[in-house]
Nanobody
Framework: QVQLVESGGGLVQAGGSLRLSCEAS????????MGWYRQALGKQREFIASITSGGTTNYADSVKGRFTASRDFNKNTMYLQMNNLKPEDTGVYYC?????????WGQGTQVTVSS
């Protein structure tokens, strides 16, 4: 069982920045892929970014060039640096982790971008 705890959300004005963190309860070396998803009010959860254990990243078109995912294996933590935030980036951001056994989700952290 892997527990994931997100942090770093908050309220920010459009054009501002936030950095989200996702700390895993197990060694990062046992996690193959980690990802970020977002769910806006009344909408389905959508893919935002992912990063493999080898550092390969993938992003949704809506965040390319603005968001950057990274991992710190020593801290068992994944980050999402979000720059030039837009009101449409508002939502609950969830962390996901894949091991060879299963996929796990965090509880989410709220990001609100005001115009």
């Amino acid at each position: 069982q892997v527990q994931l705890v997100e942090s770093g959300g908050g309220l920010v004005q459009a054009g501002g920045s936030l950095r989200l963190s996702c700390e895993a309860s197990t060694s990062s070396f046992s996690i193959n892929v980690m990802g970020w998803y977002r769910q806006a009010l009344g909408k389905q959860r959508e893919f935002i970014a992912s990063i493999t254990s080898g550092g390969t990243t993938n992003y949704a078109d809506s965040v390319k060039g603005r968001f950057t995912a990274s991992r710190d294996f020593n801290k068992n933590t994944m980050y999402l640096q979000m720059n030039n935030l837009k009101p449409e980036d508002t939502g609950v951001y969830y962390c996901q982790a894949f091991t060879i056994r299963s996929a796990y989700w965090g509880q989410g952290t709220q990001v609100t971008v005001s115009s």
